[in-house]
């Protein structure tokens, strides 16, 4: 498999998961707000930038992240990792399209 191969799976991934990402960043943006936090007091903390955690949160950015950071940034927020995956509005038979 080329890198180019790899790039395109990697897009179509993120396409297919975008409203996930956007629910993540949402939530983070939610939490860091309730912890009066502004996005560069997250990105040091986190040791991310802070363009990076504002493209997170950014309801319109195809921005992912990893587990690692996910984990950072919830422990900065003082939440469990699952609270920032918290889909709300989604059905179990929702993550299966």
Known sequence: MTAIDQKQINKQQTNRYEKYYRQIGLNIAYYRKLRGMSQMAL????????THISNIEAPNMKTSLSLESL???????????????????????DFHE
């Open 43 to 50: 990105a040091e903390a986190t040791d991310l930038s802070r």
């Open 71 to 93: 984990f950072d940034i919830a422990g900065v927020l003082q939440v469990a990792p699952r609270a920032l995956l918290d889909f709300r509005d989604e059905k179990p038979q």
